[in-house]
């Protein structure tokens, strides 16, 4: 082999070994070569961009400038990313708007100019740093709203003791009107500071070791009293459940302010489910997911059927004095104190919302181990797990809304062995199949805007495609929340977050009931 074709090959070979996207184009700006990581990157087939120019994988406004950024180098030799590294916007093949790390620099082969670029997907990192954020705010308000409440505290208890001594006193009718007037506010504004506490997770907790669904059950009793007639609620108990280290009060305050929410968003009737069970998040995919270390948790998951949440109001759900309820005279209190109840015990919260479809609160509690009640929690842990079954090539279209968990869906999915093609809804999908896009597989969200639900999507898929198999997925503790888009086949719903391991198994056996018919 001369030294030339050895070259190539080793170009070659550092081009496919990369992580990160490669892309190598001529002074004009036309793609001479890509390497495949750049092509999943944009999820572009490689022979689809070889000459075209790069500005198809950039937003608009970008596109619109780089010509004359080109020129401009090409005239002055002035660099602006030529040498450098700079965080720049990236657009996929199906519109979606992406950060990425560019690298570009200049080469020059027998007197022509050409440009390597790298590109390095930011878009894990930046959902990373978007959850962290929203943590350390959460936690920066906590520490605020604990000092404040401390000092609040302190202020009310002379308020209220100067009152009831002048209450003591001898005051006249009229005067004891205006104090026992003035000792109910301080009175509020004291049990407004003791939520404030829970919130800023100093409130005095008192945990023992504690079968969550002896708890729910007792509360769920008082609730369908409290709820009416108009409200039906399930509740789905796995037969089997660990224990967990919480203040029983504090979890049925908890439970109720979820309920009365749920109540509120679902107007004057509708469902509501409560669910507990076992859950082990053993692998990256489902900590991803949850923002949840890996172990050993009971999970209490309280689903209604009402109008769901924006998305400003879930990314502020859980802030003091956030409230979509100013009409009805709502303080913004119930989900704070939820969230800081939950973190002091040592556990997580998660929110799934759709708007129109319902809403869905996780609360993960660590497992406890032992037989007194100073038992030690289960410390997180990775678990190592079993090989999981493997795909041969078989294609998967993925069809999920939310652009974050769609990423994560091809990850996962091209990482069992699958190939992999994907749709931002139900209506986008059902076009591809009938455009002649080839898929074995149907994943897809239940919940999704458009025409087409998951359940109709299926439904069509099961009438023109047959040979098809469906997997459905929600984010909502069951069926209680989606019921009513069911049609008359009805089909097994793998929920969110799921272990890479589930998601494996139940595409294994799809294809596995396809040999067998």
């Avoid at 790069?54 to 004359?68: E, Q, S, Y």
């Amino acid at each position: 082999m001369d030294n030339t074709a050895q070259d190539s090959a080793i170009l070659h070979a550092i081009l496919e070994a990369a992580v990160d996207g490669m892309i190598i184009s001529d002074n004009r700006g036309r793609i001479i070569r890509a390497n495949a990581a750049a092509c999943r990157l944009f999820q572009y087939d490689c022979e689809d961009i070889i000459s075209e120019s790069v500005n198809r994988l950039m937003p608009r406004a970008m596109a619109a400038r780089h010509d004359g950024f080109m020129a401009h180098y090409m005239e002055t030799g002035e660099k602006r990313i030529i040498g450098t590294g700079r965080e720049v916007e990236g657009q996929r093949k199906d519109g979606s708007v992406f950060h990425l790390h560019l690298s570009v620099n200049e080469a020059r082969i027998n007197g022509t100019r050409m440009f390597v670029a790298i590109l390095h997907d930011l878009t894990q990192r930046r959902a990373t740093q978007l959850t962290l954020a929203r943590s350390q705010r959460l936690d920066a308000i906590g520490q605020m709203t604990g000092g404040i409440a401390h000092d609040f505290n302190n202020l009310l208890t002379v308020i209220i003791g100067n009152l009831e001594l002048l209450e003591m006193r001898g005051a006249s009718e009229r005067q004891l009107s205006l104090i026992r007037d003035a000792l109910a506010s301080a009175e509020l504004g004291a049990d407004l500071t003791e939520r404030l506490m829970v919130f800023a997770r100093k409130s005095n907790l008192k945990p023992i070791k504690t079968d969550l669904r002896e708890l729910c059950e007792d509360t769920l009793a008082i609730l369908k009293r409290t709820l009416g007639s108009t409200y039906l609620i399930k509740t789905d108990f796995a037969a089997e459940v660990d224990q967990v280290m919480i203040d029983p009060s504090q979890l049925q305050s908890a439970l109720m302010n979820l309920a009365l929410n749920a109540r509120d968003a679902m107007g004057g009737r509708g469902e509501f489910l409560v669910s507990i069970a076992n859950v082990t998040i053993d692998d990256s995919y489902m900590a991803q997911e949850t923002d949840i270390q890996p172990g050993h948790y009971v999970r209490l998951s309280v689903s209604d059927d009402g109008a769901g949440m924006s998305t400003e109001a879930q990314q502020r759900a859980f802030e003091p004095f956030f409230t979509t309820k100013t009409e009805s005279g709502g303080t913004g209190l119930g989900l704070a104190m939820v969230y800081g109840f939950v973190r002091q015990s040592g556990g997580h919260i998660t929110l799934y919302s759709e708007l129109g479809h319902g809403t869905s609160f996780g609360l993960y509690f660590p497992a406890v181990t032992g037989s007194d009640d100073g038992a030690e929690r289960v410390p997180p842990q990775t678990i190592a797990h079993p090989g999981v079954p493997q795909g041969r090539g078989e294609t998967v279209l993925i069809v999920e809304d939310n652009p974050k968990v769609r990423r994560l869906s091809v990850e996962r999915i091209r990482d069992l062995g699958f190939k992999t093609e994907d749709a931002s809804n139900g209506d986008a999908a059902y076009r591809m199949l009938q455009s002649g896009v080839h898929a074995d597989i149907l994943f897809s969200d239940l919940v999704m805007p458009g025409d087409l639900n998951g359940y109709d999507l299926a439904a069509k898929v099961a009438a023109e495609f047959p040979h098809m198999r469906v997997l459905l997925t929600s984010g909502y503790a069951s069926d209680v929340v989606t019921g009513s888009m069911a049609r008359d086949q009805t089909y097994d719903i793998l929920h969110k977050p799921y272990r890479q391991s589930d998601l494996a198994v139940r595409l294994q056996a799809l294809l596995t009931d396809d040999a067998d018919d």
